[in-house]
């Protein structure tokens, strides 16, 4: 065998080890984003969980949640105040869901799920009244998602 030959086999055989190499990290990067997807998921699903127990374990609570959904303004001082953490609380973990949705690691499916959710809150008097008198501090971007889902709620 001369070098020329040598040479080819050469070539050959560093092509397929980098066509291995390849199809090794595309397969690495899948499983990945798989697994980012996954822990995006249970993080979320772990922060609604952990909404709805807030909420639940604490009748009083849970009393100012369904009072001021419904009448913000027949909430007093405190309860407004409180009334207005929880809202925060729940917004903010949207504001979460959004980004993740933003980065790709939350699918469209669980995407639409939040965007249901946040149309049934914003169907609601006492949420629409707390959201639109009450100075938000989340980003511009999510900021400008929630004025349009507001809007968007009001349509239907």
């Known amino acids: 065998m001369d ?8 070539e050959v055989v560093s092509a397929v080890g980098v066509i291995v190499s390849l199809i090794y990290v595309a397969a690495q990067v899948r499983h990945n984003t798989r697994a980012v ?7 979320l699903v ?3 969980l952990d909404y709805v127990a807030l909420v639940a374990d604490n009748p009083e609570l849970s009393r100012i949640v369904r ?18 953490l929880v809202m925060y609380y729940s917004f903010s973990a949207g504001e979460n869901f959004y980004y993740q949705y933003r980065q790709g690691a939350l699918d469209q499916e669980q995407w ?6 946040l149309r049934v809150y ?11 008198t009450t100075p938000q501090q989340f980003t511009a971007s999510f900021a400008a998602f929630l004025d349009a889902e507001f809007k968007r709620s009001h349509v239907g």
């Open 67 to 84: 009072v001021g959904s419904e009448d913000y303004a027949g909430l007093d001082q405190d309860e407004r105040h409180r009334f207005g």
């Open 46 to 48: 772990t922060t609604r």
């Open 122 to 132: 914003f169907a609601q008097p006492g949420i629409r009244e707390w959201f639109e």
């Open 3 to 10: 070098f020329s030959t040598l040479g080819t086999l050469a």
């Open 37 to 43: 997807r996954s822990a995006t998921h249970h993080a």
């Open 112 to 117: 639409q799920r939040w965007c249901e959710t």
